[in-house]
């Protein structure tokens, strides 16, 4: 599977294929650190797995865990690629996973196993990504420009398509 969206900012990504939690809670744990700031959203899940804070009496004890490990992973992906630590928020989702059936036994017969896939974004704010070079170009193409002589005399001006004409002025 793979990532949802493409940032338009500098970013680094992190993904789990079919972790063994339940997606109901991953979905729950990713609603609450999504649009925090990393350090925010590190500290919230540590306290969470100390059990020193708790969110609607749980903590979440197996996916909280998962969810810490990806968020490490990423912020390590987030240092290699020199993106400022400050200025790093997170976006986090969960989705299902593939199926797996259990194998047959006495009790649970055809039960389903919990797996689900989980991706976060480390997005930096504050700066705008690298350019697109092809939109650059575009841009160009659509902006006018004057250029003036020094004698005043002919003026140039580029239309939207980039092509010239020439006026001549008179004084």
Do not use: W
């Not at 004057?146 to 002025?169: C, L, P, R």
Request: net charge positive.
């Amino acid at each position: 599977m793979g990532y949802t969206f493409e940032p338009n900012r500098r970013y680094a990504k992190a993904f789990g294929s079919n972790l063994r939690i339940s997606r109901k809670n991953a979905v729950l744990i990713c609603r609450v650190i999504r649009k925090k700031k990393l350090k925010v959203a590190k500290r919230l899940l540590e306290d969470l797995v100390a059990k020193r804070r708790d969110l609607d009496g749980r903590y979440y004890s197996k996916t909280v865990p998962e969810i810490l490990n990806l968020l490490k992973s990423c912020e390590k992906n987030a240092d290699f690629q020199n993106l400022s630590k400050e200025n790093l928020f997170v976006h986090a989702s969960a989705h299902h996973g593939s199926i797996a059936r259990r194998r047959r036994r006495k009790s649970g017969f055809g039960s389903r196993m919990k797996m689900t896939n989980v991706e976060i974004f480390l997005i930096e704010r504050g700066k705008l990504s690298i350019p697109d070079p092809a939109k650059k170009k575009e841009r160009a193409k659509t902006e006018h420009k004057s250029e003036h002589k020094a004698d005043g005399k002919e003026v140039k001006h580029e239309t939207k398509h980039g092509g010239h004409h020439k006026e001549k002025q008179e004084n």
